[in-house]
């Protein structure tokens, strides 16, 4: 079984400050990790994933995360935030044959 | 660049009445998911197919819905009859293989049941 654990539903940060979005895991067997962003009425888009090997991932938009075993954890994050970054993320585990998703984590950026 | 295809993008329907929505997966792709997306909430499997067969539906309400990708290329999702609370995000998403790669979405059909 696998699982997807994101803290917070809701995150605030101001224009120009750091982005950190948490996701824990659960999974039977190394796992695939993925981090999705989707805007209002739009699919999901994929930003970043980790398959194997290095373990600091770097995606669109300037966004990286780091995969954490030990942690069991795939962390999102930003250097500086931007107003286009508002929207909703999605942290995904695939540790067989599907994709599970966390509840979501809305990020609002304030001018 | 290629994308998954979905259709109709809204779609209102009163209770008790059937709906369809139709996907379209990248072209090459043997794995297509159906997932539901509540308001607010992250979507979740409703079934997923590898080419024509069903890998997974545990989680499709097969009393109302129904799932069919006959040629293993593009796919139907039925509700039937349709209840308030299958109001939500209809997501459409394939990928090259089964295990371990990145799935690719439509743009979803919002569903309103009024």
């Known amino acids: 079984a696998q699982s997807v654990t994101q803290l917070g539903s809701h995150v605030s940060v101001s224009e120009g400050a750091l982005v950190l979005l948490r996701c824990n895991y659960s999974?039977?067997?190394?796992?695939?990790l993925f981090w999705y962003v989707q805007y209002p009425n739009q699919g999901l888009q994929l930003l970043l994933k980790?398959?194997?090997?290095?373990?600091l991932v770097k995606g669109i938009n300037g966004f990286e995360a780091e995969f954490k075993k030990s942690e069991t954890s795939f962390h999102l994050t930003k250097p500086s935030a931007h107003m286009s970054d508002a929207a909703e993320y999605f942290c995904a585990v695939n540790a067989g044959n599907m994709l599970t998703f966390g509840g979501g984590t809305r990020l609002m950026v304030k001018p | 660049e290629a994308e998954v295809a979905q259709s109709p993008r809204y779609k209102i329907t009163e209770k008790s009445q059937a709906v369809a929505f139709w996907c379209d997966p990248i072209s090459g792709h043997a794995t297509l998911y159906w997932y539901r997306q509540i308001l607010g909430q992250g979507p979740e499997l409703l079934v997923q197919?590898?080419?024509?067969?069903?890998?997974?539906d545990s989680q499709l309400p097969k009393d109302r819905f129904s799932a069919e990708r006959l040629k293993g290329v593009d796919s139907t999702l039925k509700i039937q009859p349709a209840e308030l609370g299958d109001s939500a995000m209809y997501l459409c998403a394939s990928s090259l293989y089964e295990r371990y790669t990145e799935a690719f979405f439509g743009q979803g059909t919002r569903l309103t049941v009024v």
């Open positions: 197919f590898q080419d024509e067969s069903v890998v997974d």
């Open positions: 980790y398959t194997t090997g290095a373990t």
């Open positions: 999974s039977s067997v190394p796992p695939y």
